[in-house]
């Protein structure tokens, strides 16, 4: 169940906002996270924040409604038995496009202070990429097939039990023999990652053209999966309608204790994230 509810959490931005009080902070949070990748002078800060400022506001007030739309869609597929490995896939790229919302509203104002920085700015930025990258290549250079098997089930189970409460012997046989099938896109992912990174670079390197950098960045932010081989998406595409497989068989083993659980979790998220969204349009009323 992780990922049919998580999964929006994650592609939305959501990771550490899933509750009303952590979602306050989630200025703070884009805050702390800009500055580990750039020093903003005095005006470029000044802009950032209140653009980060106009985005929450806007993102809780227009897009938090749609999460809870979608949700609810998707606790309804699972209580009915109507979910799909099909309709789950479809649920992922609305999801996706969740994301594509959100850059598509900042980046008016993004673009003069991605315009402001300057080269040693960018430097500091493709530094911290680089680093990240490294990091990532670092995790998975010289595992074995089987420690990456088990490195996956450990993060599937751990998953699974965050939003059933527990894990069966059962359920976690489901976990392995889905990992053990699921097509590697470990070597593509990377290598599209890389390729991600330098196509970013370029973008900046040419941040004087605003019409330019406009098209590139949104064709990065937007459009990624174009930078993906046919391979990779294909590979992606039916690793994802997979794993809907395998929650419709994990949802099938549930003890009414683990489907108490799930649904408890899965509820209070949605209240949350309504409040949330009322809270603000009644700021704005």
């Not at 896939?89 to 609305?94: F, G, K, M």
């Not at 008016?108 to 290549?137: H, T």
Request: negative net charge.
């Amino acid at each position: 169940m992780k990922k049919s509810v998580l999964l929006l959490v994650l592609l939305l931005g959501l990771t550490a906002c899933s509750t009303k009080l952590s979602y306050h902070f989630i200025d703070w949070a884009i805050g702390w996270e800009q500055e580990d990748y750039v020093t903003l002078d005095d005006a470029q800060q000044e802009a950032f924040d209140a653009l980060i400022e106009k985005f929450v506001l806007w993102h809780q007030s227009k897009e938090l409604s749609h999460y809870v739309v979608q949700l609810t869609e998707i606790e309804t597929l699972i209580k009915t038995n109507t979910l799909t490995p099909l309709l789950w896939a479809e649920h992922v790229d609305i999801a996706k496009r969740h994301w594509f919302r959100l850059f598509e509203f900042a980046l008016p104002e993004l673009l003069p202070i991605i315009q402001s920085l300057n080269d040693v700015q960018v430097k500091q930025i493709l530094a911290k990429l680089r680093q990240d990258e490294q990091e990532l290549v670092k995790e998975f250079a010289g595992k074995s097939q089987q420690q990456l098997q088990q490195e996956a089930d450990e993060n599937l189970q751990g998953q699974f039990k965050d939003w059933l409460g527990s894990v069966s012997t059962e359920q976690k046989a489901l976990i392995h023999q889905y990992n053990q099938q699921r097509l590697s896109t470990l070597d593509m992912w990377l290598e599209y990652r890389h390729e991600w990174l330098r196509q970013f670079e370029v973008a900046l390197g040419q941040r004087a053209d605003r019409v330019l950098l406009t098209e590139r960045l949104t064709f990065l932010m937007t459009q990624p999966d174009e930078l993906k081989s046919e391979k990779h998406r294909t590979f992606l595409r039916k690793n994802t309608e997979s794993f809907g497989t395998l929650m419709l068989t994990i949802n099938s083993s549930l003890s009414e204790k683990q489907s108490k659980h799930f649904y408890k979790k899965l509820n209070k998220l949605i209240q949350d994230l309504t409040e949330l969204n009322q809270e603000a349009l009644e700021k704005e009323s």
